[in-house]
C-alpha cells in the first residue's frame, strides 16, 4: 500500500514516507478487527462506524454527528500544530496590514517615510564589512586547497556578490531619496522593504534561503562575517561551524566527507554520514575539536522536544512550538560500520517552509535518538531547521 504514487507532492524519500506511515495507521489490518475503532480518537470524538446492518438514516445520523473541524490529534498531530498554523496565517495577515498603511506621518514630530527610509540605508550600509581580497585567499591556501578550503571560498565569493549588492543599492537608494537620481522600482521596492522590515528581493538572491524579518536579518548578516572572518585566518572551519550562515550548507558537509575519505583511503561511495546529539548544550563548552568530524550548532526542532537528561525525543510541551537542539556531532564512517539502533531519521531543512516551491531545502539527514515507533514521530512531523523566523540568529 502507497508504494506506488502518481503525481501531487510526493516527490522524494521523505513525502513518501509520510504517506506510507499515514496509510499504514489508517488502513491497517485494525479495521477488521470487531474490538478496535477508528485509530485516532485522541481528540475527544470517537469515530466509528453505526453496526452491520444498521438502517439508512443511522449512518446519516453518524455524519451528521462529526465534527465541523477536526483537532490536528485526529491526524497525529500534536495540538501546537494548530498554534503554528494560525500563528502563520496571522503573520500574513500582519505582513499585508503593513504594506497598506499610509505612507504620511501622523505628527510633524515624527520622521516621515522618506527620512526613515534614508535613515535605516545609512545606519545599515555602517555595517557593511570590507569584500573579501579573493586572491590573496587563493594565494594563500595555494594551488591544492583542502575541499573545506574550496567551500569556504565559494562562500566568500556569494558573501562578496551580497556586500557589493547591498553597498551599490543602499548608496542608491539614498541618492534617489534626495533626488539625486531617478527612483526606479527596484529602488523603491528597496525603500519600502526598509520601511516595513522586510528583507529586501534583490539582496535574497545573494543570501541564504531565510523568512528572518530585516533586523534579524542583519544580525544574520553580521554573524555570518564573523564566522567567515574566524575561518578565514586560519583556513580551517571553526570547531563548532554555524551551518546557518552558510548559502548552500549541505556542501559543508561533503567536503568533509572528502577530506576524511582521503585521509583515511576510503571509497567515497562507501561511506555514510553519522550524526549523534552530542552531551554539549552551547559551543563555549566545546574546546577539542571531533575527531574525523565535525560539531554543528544553530539547529531547530519542530513537532518534538528534546530531553537532555534522557537523550531522547519527547512530546512537545504546550504552547511551545520550537526548541533549540543542542551541538550536534557529524562525522563521516564507513557505511559498514555504522549500526543505528533506537534512533529517528530526521530531515535537516533550510528554514520551516522545510520545501520551497523548487522542491529545494534538505540539506541532510540527521540522526536523533528515540525510543518510540518512528511513525510516532512523523506524524508529528518531527523536522530540524537551520533557521527560524523568531530567532535573532
Request: aromatic share 10%; charged share 25%.
Amino acid at each position: 500500500m502507497c508504494d506506488a504514487m502518481y503525481g501531487g507532492r510526493v516527490s522524494d524519500d521523505f513525502d513518501r514516507r509520510i504517506l506510507s506511515t499515514y496509510g499504514n495507521e489508517f488502513f491497517g489490518d485494525f479495521l477488521f478487527d470487531t474490538f478496535q475503532q477508528f485509530f485516532f480518537s485522541r481528540d475527544g470524538h470517537d469515530y466509528k462506524l453505526p453496526p452491520q446492518g444498521s438502517p439508512f438514516q443511522a449512518y446519516v445520523k453518524t455524519v451528521h454527528d462529526l465534527p465541523l473541524s477536526n483537532s490536528p490529534a485526529v491526524f497525529g498531530l500534536h495540538p501546537n500544530a494548530e498554534i503554528g498554523y494560525f500563528n502563520a496565517r496571522i503573520r500574513e495577515m500582519w505582513r499585508g496590514l503593513i504594506t497598506l498603511q499610509p505612507r504620511t506621518a501622523s505628527s510633524s514630530d515624527a520622521m516621515n517615510p522618506e527620512e526613515y527610509k534614508s535613515q535605516t540605508a545609512k545606519d545599515i550600509e555602517s555595517k557593511l564589512p570590507i569584500p573579501t581580497d579573493m586572491l590573496m585567499m587563493v594565494t594563500k591556501f595555494g594551488l591544492e586547497p583542502t575541499p573545506t578550503q574550496v567551500v569556504l571560498l565559494q562562500e566568500l565569493g556569494r558573501f562578496n556578490l551580497l556586500v557589493e549588492c547591498m553597498t551599490i543599492s543602499l548608496a542608491d537608494v539614498q541618492r534617489a531619496l534626495k533626488g539625486e537620481i531617478g527612483m526606479s522600482a527596484k529602488l523603491e521596492m528597496l525603500g519600502d522593504s526598509l520601511l516595513n522590515g522586510y528583507l529586501p528581493v534583490m539582496w535574497k538572491r545573494f543570501a541564504p534561503d531565510t523568512d528572518k524579518g530585516l533586523v534579524a536579518w542583519i544580525n544574520h548578516f553580521q554573524h555570518r562575517e564573523e564566522q567567515f572572518a574566524a575561518w578565514s585566518e586560519t583556513g580551517i572551519p571553526p570547531t563548532v561551524i554555524w551551518m546557518a550562515g552558510m548559502t548552500i550548507p549541505e556542501s559543508f558537509l561533503t567536503a568533509l566527507t572528502q577530506q576524511v575519505c582521503r585521509a583515511n583511503r576510503w571509497p567515497l561511495d562507501k561511506v555514510d554520514m553519522f550524526t549523534r546529539v552530542s552531551e554539549f548544550i552551547e559551543p563555549r563548552e566545546i574546546s577539542v575539536p571531533l575527531v574525523g568530524g565535525h560539531y554543528v550548532t544553530g539547529l531547530f526542532l519542530e513537532g518534538a522536544r528534546w530531553d537532555t537528561e534522557e537523550g531522547v525525543l519527547r512530546e512537545q510541551l504546550p504552547k511551545v512550538l520550537v526548541q533549540k537542539l543542542p551541538i550536534l556531532e557529524v562525522y563521516p564512517a564507513e557505511a559498514n560500520k555504522i549500526k543505528r539502533h533506537e534512533t529517528f531519521e530526521t530531515p535537516v531543512y533550510v528554514t520551516q517552509r522545510r520545501r520551497n516551491a523548487m522542491g529545494e531545502g534538505l540539506c541532510f539527514v540527521a540522526d536523533v535518538a528515540s525510543d518510540r515507533h518512528e511513525s510516532h514521530w512523523i506524524l508529528q512531523g518531527v523536522a530540524l531547521c537551520l533557521n527560524v523566523e523568531g530567532d535573532t540568529l
